[in-house]
């Protein structure tokens, strides 16, 4: 046993979480080891299904069995605990929350939700959309119903649904999001936790309602190990948030390093021949009659 591994399981998972690093954190009196070199300790982050990935509209396909997804419980007004995991802040959820349809082959209760995010309110996404990486992504974590943890639901190939949705600057504040805001101010180090009081996830999602539009596909966890356990939804609809709020929360919190927490996200990995699909029927924006045409001969795929 190398002499790291036995550190990693003595003192996991502080010594183990330094064993990886985002590339923000890489510098030169820290050679951490960067998403390029993830693959050396954890060999599943070189696999053929890894996340996230570039969806290209113009090449996903409609698959009519996508129906909208149903959310069970997601309008609770909940107590959360948030945590700094030295790489991330991460608030739990309660199993009462589910998700299920949508083409998914089970039904799935809620975990956790994170968030990615960039610097000075620069790309932060972990998805991109015909090339473009949004200032941050939302991912909320859950299991198949019959699993306990997250470790368990990893050993199944569809054990692990991710939603992903992206957050896009808008002259509108995001009310709801002052809670998270004010949440990650108060777990700065490493280990701080803090409880985050009648906080409901559809506000800060603004609203179910039009969130039926989504792409799938097949994919990985986006931090080592990088399982590949995971069917990924992520919404073609943006959440509204202002540039002030995006400042504050890239401005906040603290990696274990000691080192401002910015810039954590991957960057996106091949597909490999997968193919990602669509709820959407017809992807295109009906802006002009000139885009009408093309996406009838999309449609029939004429083009
Ligand atoms: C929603 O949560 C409550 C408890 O908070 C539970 O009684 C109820 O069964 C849940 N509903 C669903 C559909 O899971
Ligand atoms: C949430 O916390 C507040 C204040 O600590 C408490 O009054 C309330 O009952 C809690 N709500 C739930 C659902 O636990
Ligand atoms: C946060 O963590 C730091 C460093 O470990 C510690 O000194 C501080 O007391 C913690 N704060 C809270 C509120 O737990
Ligand atoms: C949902 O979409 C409809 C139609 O595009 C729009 O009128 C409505 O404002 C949207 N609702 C939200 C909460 O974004
Ligand atoms: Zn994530």
């Not at 809620?110 to 990486?133: I, K, R, Y």
């Not at 119903?145 to 808008?170: I, K, R």
């Not at 996200?265 to 295109?284: D, E, H, K, W």
Request: hydrophobic share 40%.
């Amino acid at each position: 046993m190398s002499s790291v591994l036995h550190l990693c399981l003595l003192f996991a998972p502080y010594i183990c979480s330094a064993q990886w690093c985002y590339q923000s954190q890489y510098s030169c009196e820290d050679k951490c080891q960067g998403p390029n070199q993830w693959v050396r300790d954890f060999p599943e982050c070189g696999g053929q299904i890894q996340s996230p990935v570039n969806i290209v509209t113009r090449k996903v396909q409609y698959d009519p069995s996508l129906t909208a997804i149903i959310f069970e419980n997601y309008t609770e007004v909940m107590n959360i605990t948030v945590v700094n995991i030295g790489y991330a802040a991460v608030f739990f959820l309660p199993p009462s929350m589910r998700i299920r349809g949508g083409g998914l082959p089970d039904t799935y209760k809620a975990v956790q939700f994170h968030l990615h995010w960039g610097s000075d309110c620069g790309p932060g996404s972990e998805h991109t959309v015909d090339g473009e990486q949004y200032p941050m992504e939302v991912h909320i974590v859950h299991i198949k119903q019959q699993y306990n943890t997250l470790s368990e639901a990893m050993n199944d190939p569809v054990g692990v649904a991710a939603l992903g949705f992206f957050f896009e600057v808008s002259p509108h504040e995001n009310r709801q999001f002052y809670k998270v805001i004010e949440a990650l101010g108060r777990i700065q180090y490493n280990g701080n936790s803090s409880v985050m009081t009648g906080f409901q996830l559809t506000d800060m999602l603004t609203s179910l309602e039009n969130f039926s539009s989504y792409y799938r596909y097949e994919g990985s966890l986006t931090i080592p190990g990088c399982n590949e356990a995971i069917i990924w939804t992520v919404f073609q609809q943006s959440i509204p948030i202002s540039q002030q709020q995006l400042a504050l929360v890239t401005q906040q919190m603290l990696f274990s390093t000691g080192k401002p927490m910015i810039d954590i996200f991957r960057p996106v990995q091949n597909l490999n021949g997968r193919i990602i699909y669509t709820s959407m029927a017809c992807p295109c924006v009906f802006s002009s009659p000139v885009t009408l045409v093309l996406c009838l001969l999309y449609i029939f795929e004429l083009v």
